[in-house]
């Protein structure tokens, strides 16, 4: 069975500001990760994406997040955020063996204020 | 490429009928998942449907079920509603073939169903 515990359910920063948004998941087989926004009253956008390789990912809008075995993390972080970045983010899992199947976790609703 | 579309957008039922939701997948996507979404339990996943058959299942009960018909597109049944049924429906397309594969999946808007 997999799960993922995304450890702060709000994170409120200040425009221009660095945000870290964790992320831990557990699973008995290998897993690819994910995370995805959803911005108020739309359906989810994937961000970035972890399938191999490269430990570290980065998306086009700045976010970028480092795979961490060991640890079982994949924290998302932002050396600067912007008032657009207001909208929650959710970590997901797939295991290798149930490929169109994602868990999530519970949701980190990022506020940033200006 | 048109993205993923869902139909209705809104519904509105009363405790104890049944709902049927849509959605139509990216064009050349094979594979169709179905989520809930609520504000206790967050994103929970249904089912994933692949060729006409159903691949994947998660922890709902009889009364949710889905199918697939050979153009990819899915529908999502709810018999015998139940308050708690009360959630935004959440269908995503993907391009895996085969279930070891790494692909992402592209999330539709979403069926808001409240059940009154």
């Known amino acids: 069975a997999q799960s993922v515990t995304q450890l702060d359910s709000q994170v409120p920063v200040f425009e221009e500001a660095p945000v870290e948004l964790r992320c831990n998941y557990s699973?008995?087989?290998?897993?690819?990760l994910f995370w995805y926004v959803q911005y108020p009253n739309q359906g989810l956008q994937l961000l970035l994406k972890y399938l191999s390789g490269s430990t570290l990912v980065e998306s086009i809008n700045g976010f970028e997040a480092e795979f961490n075995k060991s640890q079982t993390s994949f924290h998302l972080r932002k050396p600067s955020v912007h008032i657009s970045d207001t909208a929650e983010y959710f970590c997901?899992?797939?295991?290798?063996?149930?490929?169109?199947?994602?868990?999530f976790g519970q949701g980190t609703e990022l506020s940033v204020k200006p | 490429k048109a993205g993923v579309t869902q139909t209705p957008r809104y519904l509105i039922k009363t405790r104890g009928q049944q709902v049927t939701l849509s959605c139509s997948p990216i064009s050349g996507h094979r594979s169709v998942s179905w989520y809930q979404q609520t504000p206790g339990q967050g994103l929970q996943f249904l089912f994933e449907y692949f060729s006409e058959t159903q691949r994947n299942k998660g922890n709902f009960p009889g009364r949710f079920s889905g199918r697939q018909f050979s153009n990819s597109r899915s529908e999502m049944n709810v018999s015998t509603l139940e308050l708690g049924d009360s959630a935004l429906y959440l269908c995503?397309?993907?391009?895996?073939?085969?279930?070891?594969?790494?692909?992402?999946?592209?999330f539709g808007p979403g069926t808001r169903l409240t059940v009154t």
């Open positions: 997901a899992v797939s295991p290798y063996n149930q490929g169109g199947k994602l868990i």
């Open positions: 995503a397309s993907s391009s895996i073939v085969t279930s070891g594969q790494g692909h992402e999946q592209y």
């Open positions: 699973s008995s087989v290998s897993v690819y």
